[in-house]
């Protein structure tokens, strides 16, 4: 066996690898659908919007299947082979949101559905999915992908609960594009986006009260190894 001095470097060695890792950032993808199953003179029957930590990357008439590129973000992942398989879907959500609208019974005015499909990846890199629903402005109703769960958040959201919750092909839908689809296009997407995001970022984006904290976690990340690898080196050379 080795002496006190190969024992306190594996224990040194231990605690780098210990405290060396770092949590990756987290990262969210969302679309935001308008559906009008009647839209009026001008306006389109189908619009959605997609954001990256809550920034605008496209807008996309998909009743005309016209996309506009908000950002350098878009333009970043448009010659991805990804892209083609993303917009494909989204016609797919378009048509199953379409339908979902007009089951509304005892309907006197056209409705108006919106949706926004999230995708979210942690600091963990676990990766969550949910939908929120809501009609003529009023979002109402949430649906978590990953346990199924439906919860009312507004009143006008009970009959689509009602409606849905037992479907099992709506809620089958839900999750496979919400943490399949969505989740394949974060990760995809991220492998370019990361650099854009963290040199786009605004200092101004994080509250002054929350910068001591974040530094005092980081200090401590290093100051605790360094003070325990003091300590053993006292009680073994000491």
Same mark, same amino acid.
């Given at each position: 066996? $080795? ?37 009026? &003179?001008?306006?389109?029957?189908? =619009? ?23 950002? &350098?973000? $878009? =333009? ?5 082979? @990804? ?26 005015? &056209? ?6 499909? @999230?995708?979210?990846? =942690? ?15 009023? +979002? ?19 009959? +689509? ?7 099992? #092909?709506?809620? =089958? ?10 989740? #394949? ?21 994080? &509250? ?5 904290? #974040? @530094? ?23």
């Amino acid at each position: 066996m $080795g002496g006190p001095e190969t024992c306190l470097g594996f224990l040194v060695l231990l605690l780098i690898v210990c405290f060396s890792g770092t949590p990756g950032d987290a990262h969210s993808l969302s679309y935001n659908f308008t559906i009008d199953p009647q839209p009026r &003179p001008g306006q389109v029957l189908c =619009e959605v919007h997609g954001q990256v930590d809550g920034q605008d990357f496209l807008s996309y008439d998909c009743g005309h299947a016209k996309i506009i590129f908000t950002s &350098p973000l $878009g =333009e970043e992942v448009k010659t991805m082979k @990804t892209w083609d398989t993303q917009i494909e879907t989204l016609g797919d959500i378009r048509d199953q949101l379409r339908d979902f609208t007009l089951e509304k019974p005892m309907i006197t005015d &056209p409705l108006t559905l919106q949706a926004r499909m @999230t995708c979210r990846c =942690e600091d963990d890199r676990h990766i969550s999915g949910s939908w929120q629903f809501g009609l003529n402005g009023q +979002m109402s109703l949430h649906f978590d992908s990953e346990n199924g769960h439906w919860r009312v958040d507004h009143p006008g959201g009970r009959w +689509m609960k009602e409606k849905w919750e037992n479907d099992r #092909a709506v809620t =089958e839908f839900l999750k496979k594009v919400s943490m399949g689809d969505c989740r #394949a296009w974060l990760q995809a997407f991220m492998g370019r986006w990361e650099k854009m995001l963290k040199t786009s970022a605004s200092p101004t984006t994080v &509250p002054p009260r929350v910068q001591p904290r #974040a @530094t005092a976690i980081k200090t401590e990340a290093w100051i605790l190894p360094v003070v325990l690898t003091s300590f053993i080196i006292t009680v073994f050379l000491g």
